[in-house]
């Protein structure tokens, strides 16, 4: 290993900024740890350590040499090839003193059954991912046995499916790596997993879970076909709820490892029937995806598990797949041959072709309808060739589901017998929207009413639509929509990733090291949307918040209340060291993009906003006509003397909508027991937004709004286009449906 370079890494030791050494896995893995989400605990073998292998075994000539020849798209030879290549890795010792590193972690855990994951360098992110490409060993127990499986990790980097997709994105193969969490065995009686978006419509208000008996590798093979509950996100009730019939159920083989850990059980008749979880825990997982998105500020794909009464989340990720409301297809009026769950939206018509085993993944040419079981990440190759998929087993997140939605075909799935219903060359139509296979080739046709995505990004509006963001790695794909630039870029995400309070790493003399990644992070979202606007909001951790980076204890006090607390404005004119530093990483981003604004948040008094102001014109960041300075309102003195603080001098206003609610109302806005009367439409708060849009109109300031409420609530959007709003800031997966709103908004004034 080189220097600084290390083999075993716990989870409390890594953020999301650690993808390259951990991978997408373990770098979550972390980051739910530190927002203390419940994550059965564990170390990470990280791909320094793979790399180490390769180099002391000098495997990588004699992998090119097994590569060179190969013609991914030949699948008898890409299988022939990638088994020498697997078999070469699973051969070869790994080097002794990585071995002992792995075994001291394991004695550290004190032993006992654990899940042993593969966590590719480039898995799990937005653009670059595939789901279940390479190797999970589960209930592995004995110190030689996780050497094993942590080598049988290793070697499915290079598992035919591995090989194909890293082809197919143009990846070096020796360039990704892989690292291997290695994690307490939760013993699950439920398992399953939640999307906190619609994963088929992109619907943003409801939380999606799948469940079934026993442990959760049943689900995303397709193998049973899952429970589904919808639950309201606002007030995580419980919407609808379909129970599937499980007969069999995978468990823990009690004295066997390895391939032989888990078996398939047969699940007692009366049982069969049986919700799988209460609607307590249904509740109790939707509240844990909430928080996941919020902490993210990004909808989630994620992994849970009961043991006993306990819920446990063992993985999470961005969703892959989001659209911007899918256009609307009526029902066609056809023989329906199938009906089963809607997995991944769109029609398409072609000639079945039933794969029954995958050696007969050839037989699927371009156009076909594929017709399975179920998929496994081997028939990625004969999917792309398809035009839908069909399975007999499966729900929304089964594997055929969610590769189909990243690849942008239709799909059904759960349809209980297409494999024994239809017959290969029948000409059929699948609408994945309804989840019904029709007989023949059917012609689409759409509501009149509907505006597709195609329409919606071409929609004008005077209002501007802006997105808040806080993921590095999403900026340059959000970047590609119909969009006018960033409203809201939450600098607290790129903070959490660096990990280390400011102060302490001034102490250190590492205060360069702290600019240079907020530089980096920033820096990609101006360069991303350059020439649009990026409207950074500066750092607003609460002290709570703080207290959680490295050596935060030493330089935070807790607080009764931070929502309410030291934050904000507040901090910049008091701990000026630490907002010198921002704001040197702030200059050295304009020096490459002039997009870049500032806006402050939850400024109490004019004189703060006056001294922050001045601190910021004294380190050279000034206004002018390329460097615009906004405000928060989220706090009532901003309503109540707006004029006074537009006084002071500055481009614009940003209404921070939740804040803003929840100190008019006097509501704390994470109160279940509350949520109900948390509205934006609130006589009161509808007075406060009147109030500071015409002020800030007449003052000739820019006036916005960042929240989910103008894509929520059609006719608070309305209202803020009439009172002269002049851009509104959304979640990513909103755009074309606020554009929509407002487009309808604008039309309607116009008219009066």
């Known amino acids: 290993m080189r220097p600084g370079q290390k083999a075993i890494v716990w989870f409390n030791e890594v953020t999301k900024e650690d993808v390259p050494t951990v991978g997408g896995k373990g770098a979550n893995l972390g980051e739910m740890t530190k927002a203390k989400i419940p994550v059965p605990p564990g170390f990470i073998v990280t791909a320094d350590a793979y790399f180490d292998f390769l180099a002391k075994t000098k495997l990588i000539g004699e992998i090119h040499k097994l590569l060179k020849p190969l013609n991914p798209d030949n699948s008898n030879q890409l299988h022939q090839i990638a088994g020498q290549v697997k078999q070469l890795i699973i051969d070869t010792p790994i080097p ?106 992109s619907d ?40 599937a019939r499980q007969e069999h159920q995978l468990v823990r083989n009690p004295g066997a490892t390895g391939e032989e850990a888990n ?46 009464s306990e819920i446990f989340i063992v993985q999470t990720r961005p969703v892959t797949t989001i659209k911007e409301n899918a256009e609307e297809e009526e029902e ?107 007989e023949g080739k059917v012609t689409r046709r759409i509501k009149t009413t509907a505006v597709s995505d195609l329409l919606r990004e071409s929609v004008k509006t005077r209002t501007r639509v802006y997105v808040n963001l806080a993921q590095p790695e999403l900026a340059e794909r959000v970047a590609g929509h119909n969009i006018d630039g960033v409203g809201l870029l939450r600098a607290e995400f790129i903070v959490a990733q660096i990990g280390e309070h400011p102060q302490y790493m001034i102490k ?28 950074y909001r500066t750092t607003d951790f609460k002290t709570n918040e703080y207290r959680e980076l490295t050596g935060g204890q030493e330089y935070e006090s807790e607080e009764e209340n931070p929502m309410i607390g030291y934050r904000g404005a507040s901090r910049y004119i008091t ?50 006509k390329d460097f615009k300075l906004w405000m ?23 209404i921070g909508s939740n804040d803003l609610t929840q100190l008019i109302l006097g509501i704390d806005r994470d109160s279940e027991k509350l949520a109900d009367t948390f509205d934006e439409r609130n006589e009161a708060v509808m007075v406060a937004l009147e109030r500071v849009i015409k002020v800030a109109k007449k003052m000739g300031v820019t006036a916005s709004i960042c929240g989910q409420a103008p894509s929520v609530y059609p006719e608070l959007t309305e209202k803020l286009v009439e009172w002269g709003i002049t851009s509104v800031s959304i979640s990513p997966d909103m755009i074309g449906t606020t554009r929509e709103i407002i487009a309808k908004a604008e039309a309607k004034l116009k008219n009066k």
């Open 204 to 243: 943003s208000n409801h939380i999606i879970i799948e469940a079934v008996h026993g442990l959760g590798e049943a689900i995303v093979s397709g193998e049973v076909t899952p429970d589904l509950y919808i639950i309201d996100k606002k007030t995580t009730q419980i919407v609808s709820k379909k129970l």
């Open 632 to 654: 928060m309102v989220e706090v009532p003195s901003n309503v109540l003397i707006l004029e006074k603080f537009l006084e002071v001098g500055i481009d614009g206003i940003s």
């Open 332 to 438: 066609i009026k056809a023989p329906v041959l199938l009906t089963g769950d809607k997995a991944s939206p769109g029609i398409a018509s072609g000639p079945v072709k039933i794969i029954k085993d995958l050696s007969h993944i050839e037989r699927v040419h371009e156009g076909d309808i594929l017709v399975a079981e179920m998929t496994t990440p081997d028939f990625v190759p004969a999917m792309k060739r398809a035009v839908a998929i069909v399975t007999d087993r499966g729900g929304r997140t089964a594997h055929a589901a969610i590769v189909s939605r990243e690849l942008g075909i239709p799909c059904v799935v759960g349809t209980g017998q297409a494999t024994k219903k239809l017959t290969n060359g029948q000409v059929v139509t699948v609408d994945g929207s309804h989840g019904k296979v029709y």
């Open 575 to 624: 701990d000026l060291a630490v907002f010198k530093l921002e704001l040197e990483a702030i200059k050295k981003v304009r020096r490459e993009h002039k997009n870049l604004w500032v806006m402050i948040p939850f400024v109490r008094t004019v004189d703060e906003l006056t001294r922050t102001k001045k601190i910021m014109e004294a380190e050279g960041l000034k206004r002018s």
């Open 96 to 201: 002794p003193e990585i071995a002992k590193e792995i075994e001291q972690a394991y004695d550290k855990m004190d032993g006992g059954l654990v899940a042993v994951r593969s966590s590719a360098t480039a898995e799990d992110l937005p653009e670059a991912s595939f789901a279940g490409q390479q190797r999970t060993f589960l209930n592995i127990e004995g110190k030689k046995e996780v050497i094993a499986a942590v080598r049988g990790c290793w070697a499915s980097l290079f598992e035919p499916r591995a090989i194909f997709y890293r082809h197919q994105q143009g990846f070096d193969h020796f360039k990704l790596g892989i690292a291997v969490p290695v994690q307490k065995m939760v013993q699950s009686q439920a398992s399953g997993v939640m999307f906190t978006i619609e994963p088929v419509t």
């Open 508 to 535: 250190q003399k590492r205060g360069d090291e702290f600019v240079e990644k907020l530089y980096h992070g920033i820096n990609l979202f101006a360069q991303a949307f350059d020439p649009r606007p990026v409207v």
């Open 263 to 308: 078996i398939w059980a047969e699940i007692p008749a009366e049982e069969q029937t049986r919700q799988k979880v209460t609607d307590e825990e249904i509740i109790k997982i939707a509240t844990l995806g909430k928080k996941l998105e919020d902490w993210y500020q990004f909808p989630q794909d994620i992994e849970w598990a009961k043991e006993n």
